[in-house]
């Protein structure tokens, strides 16, 4: 199977948004967005005010003005010409002129390049700024769409992976302020809490990943909704499957265009396995660590210890997920351990190293990037320890559990959820005498800590 092949992905069309037919209808609703653009830099008959700019701005002004007046407000030089004015009204801290000239900026785009044209990126990517720090979320969050949609007409275009990488980076933070207890106004912007057949078969169309709350009762004959108020669940899942729509898409764009990718496609691949797990999607983190395999050996097949690493990893997703993905997964597991631990001596790879990622002290929880359930470091507010004693079985699972010793303040309900998370664990399989164990004793030391 191809890389990326079979991942549910969304089903963005192609936009030609400029064909020949429509180029002066779309010209001429940029002009009457933008009446602006036909008019000088500033007011000539104001000379006082003009006068009492700096002259780096008078002459800006003035190279401007100049151009409209030989070559048009169509000129292409006005783009470089407006922007360094723009950037010059950043710099002096004139925020209105300073959007208002980033927009005379996109408008001459617009007209130049097409209304899809993604030249218009970093403008509106300022813009973002702007309204950001403004605290603006509602602006911010309609430019982001402007963004998205850009990209999506552009689907063969490797800048649009970054749009994508980004919007899926933001649900992801917009998960984690939620789960600290924040309430992130885009939850109710983008209707998260919305789980209807429409609402999804929306998602996967057009630029905006879920429909806004204002948009809810103008499409399809759709009732209105309340978006803010809802399933905790359900927004969670909205928001870790918008987050993967966008990785895979961007994901599949690097891998057309992969000597453009650099380490954009390994990080949004190992974003995609990570929240395949919150998820639970084992089918896409299967494909995405063995599509990150894959790039690995075909960009640079000399960068062994990468490769080592992602089978060993995808040894620990196969073991994990056996049970959703079939016993025969169990068996894939076995053969990428075997090769991982195969290539790491025929590197030469020392003793100590080997044993960190095969037979450490203290037993790999299965997967390995989230918090070892078992580490617990003892501290001056320590209740005590727990001994507890095991066996960990080839296909990473526990038995013969045993609480060896339980100190005196340590309540009893401390030691039964700790046997009750090592039965329900699935570990690394560990290394003894050069072999895969298929019984390996373990005792470990938990302090319990209030």
Same mark, same amino acid.
């Given at each position: ?28 609703? !940029? ?7 036909? *008019? ?6 104001? &000379? ?17 003005? *100049?151009?409209?007046?030989?070559? /048009? ?40 390049? /097409? ?5 218009? +990126? ?6 973002? @700024? ?17 963004? !998205?949609?850009?990209? !999506?007409?552009?689907?063969? &275009?490797? $800048? ?37 057949? !429409?609402?999804? %078969?929306?998602?996967?169309? @057009? ?13 399809? @004959? ?5 978006? @803010?108020?809802?399933?905790?669940? %359900? ?13 895979? %898409? ?15 496609? $390994?990080? +949004? ?20 660590? $063995?599509?990150?395999? &894959? ?91 727990? &001994? ?11 038995? *013969? ?50």
């Amino acid at each position: 199977m191809r890389p990326m092949q079979g991942i549910a992905v969304l089903s963005f069309e192609r936009s030609h948004l400029l064909k020949a037919a429509a180029t002066t209808l779309a010209i001429a609703t !940029v002009l009457a967005a933008d009446a602006s653009l036909t *008019q000088p830099a500033l007011d000539p008959s104001s &000379d006082q005010e003009f006068e009492s700019l700096s002259d780096r701005e008078q002459q800006l002004i003035a190279a401007v003005d *100049q151009e409209l007046s030989v070559n /048009g407000p169509y000129s292409e030089e006005l783009i470089g010409l407006l922007t360094e004015l723009s950037f010059h009204y950043e710099e002096i801290g004139a925020a209105v002129p300073a959007e208002e000239t980033i927009r005379r900026i996109l408008s001459v785009i617009r007209i130049n390049n /097409g209304l899809s044209s993604l030249e218009q +990126v970093p403008l509106i990517r300022r813009l973002i @700024g702007r309204e950001a720090a403004r605290g603006n979320v509602e602006a911010t969050w309609e430019l982001e769409q402007e963004l !998205v949609k850009l990209a !999506v007409q552009n689907p063969d &275009d490797v $800048r649009s992976a970054g749009i994508f990488i980004e919007m899926g980076d933001k649900w992801m933070d917009i998960l984690r302020r939620y789960d600290a207890g924040e309430f992130p106004e885009e939850i109710v912007l983008g209707c998260f809490y919305d789980d209807s057949l !429409v609402h999804r %078969q929306a998602a996967r169309h @057009g630029s905006r990943p879920l429909r806004t709350a204002r948009s809810l009762d103008h499409t399809a @004959g759709l009732e209105a909704r309340n978006c @803010g108020a809802g399933a905790r669940s %359900q927004a969670r899942r909205s928001l870790v499957a918008s987050a993967q729509q966008y990785y895979v %898409q961007s994901a599949m764009l690097l891998r057309q265009n992969e000597e453009h990718a650099g380490d954009e496609l $390994r990080r +949004v691949l190992t974003a995609l396995v990570r929240t395949s797990y919150l998820f639970t999607n084992p089918g896409l983190g299967a494909q995405s660590l $063995r599509s990150l395999l &894959d790039h690995y050996e075909r960009t640079n097949p000399e960068a062994w210890l990468p490769q080592i690493e992602t089978r060993v990893q995808i040894g620990d997703w196969d073991l994990l997920y056996a049970s959703h993905l079939g016993t025969k997964y169990e068996r894939s597991a076995a053969e990428a351990y075997e090769q991982a631990y195969e290539l790491l001596l025929e590197h030469g790879i020392a003793q100590d190293s080997i044993d960190a990622i095969f037979s450490p002290d203290m037993p790999i929880v299965l997967p390995s990037f989230v918090k070892n359930p078992l580490v617990s470091i003892e501290t001056p507010r320590s209740r005590g320890y727990i &001994d507890v004693a095991f066996v960990i079985a080839r296909n990473g699972k526990s038995r *013969q559990i045993e609480v060896l010793e339980t100190t005196r303040d340590v309540p009893r309900s401390a030691a039964r959820d700790l046997v009750r998370t090592i039965k329900f664990s699935r570990f690394r399989p560990r290394v003894t005498d050069g072999r895969f164990a298929d019984s390996a004793p373990i005792v470990v030391r938990y302090h319990v800590n209030d």
